[in-house]
Antibody, heavy 120, light 107 residues
């Protein structure tokens, strides 16, 4: 079964850091670019960033709202993508989803999401 | 910044046709993608590359494109289609953008 499972969410104070993990199974993780997408409570989807597959350099891109604070990495040997979030702000409160990019650049695999709450 | 504009809500009766538009604010327009999200669930891809339908998605879902506007059409709407729908595209720098979402209500 193709699956993505996010973990690492929780309650964190403003200014602190948190690392999310996205564990893949059921497909060749190393072939897939991976994305992080978030959704604030009651709001729409917001793309956070991506990491290209290793054969394509494993390079990253970020949304302007998180650039310089968030870092995406991947460990193909463990089939895990990471989202390192530093200098967290209250507006980073959201459900964070990881998603794999498949045929036609479509986000065709999604995890169930993990909640991050930034509050003092 | 690149923006995609969707109507906040669309309402249709069962069996009718729902059309949800997504307008890009600049050219060139890249391919568009559509996702369905039911309450408390992760998004599901329903249309990719403007008009392509993934396997497992009912034939009543279709996509079209004209100029800088793409449209998701759901023919013969069913109660289970009630959900939020998001369009997505890439800007000229290769980063992704989502539209604000459209709540589809089946009356």
């Amino acid at each position: 079964e193709v699956q993505l499972v996010e973990s690492g969410g929780g309650l964190v104070q403003p200014g602190r850091s948190l690392r999310l993990s996205c564990t893949a199974s059921g497909f060749t993780f190393g072939d897939y670019p991976m994305n992080w997408v978030r959704q604030a409570p009651g709001k729409g989807l917001e793309w956070v960033g991506l990491i290209r597959s290793t054969p394509y350099g494993g390079t990253t891109e970020y949304a302007a709202s998180v650039k310089g604070r968030f870092t995406i990495s991947r460990d193909d040997s463990k089939s895990i993508a990471y989202l390192q979030m530093n200098s967290l702000k209250t507006e980073d409160t959201a459900v964070y989803y990881c998603s794999g990019t498949g045929e036609g650049d479509a986000f065709d695999i999604w995890g169930q999401g993990t909640m991050v709450t930034v509050s003092s | 910044s690149y923006e995609l504009t969707q109507p906040p809500s669309v309402s249709v009766s069962p069996g009718q046709t729902a059309r949800i538009t997504c307008s890009a604010d600049a050219l060139p327009k890249q391919y568009a993608y559509w996702y369905q999200q039911r309450p408390g669930q992760a998004p599901v891809l329903v249309i990719y590359k403007d008009t392509e339908r993934p396997s497992g998605i009912p034939e009543r879902f279709s996509g079209s494109s004209s100029g800088t506007t793409v449209t998701l059409t759901i023919s013969g709407v069913q109660a289970e289609d009630e959900a939020d729908y998001y369009c997505q595209s890439a800007d000229s720098s290769g980063t992704w953008v989502f539209g604000g979402g459209t709540k589809l209500t089946v009356l």
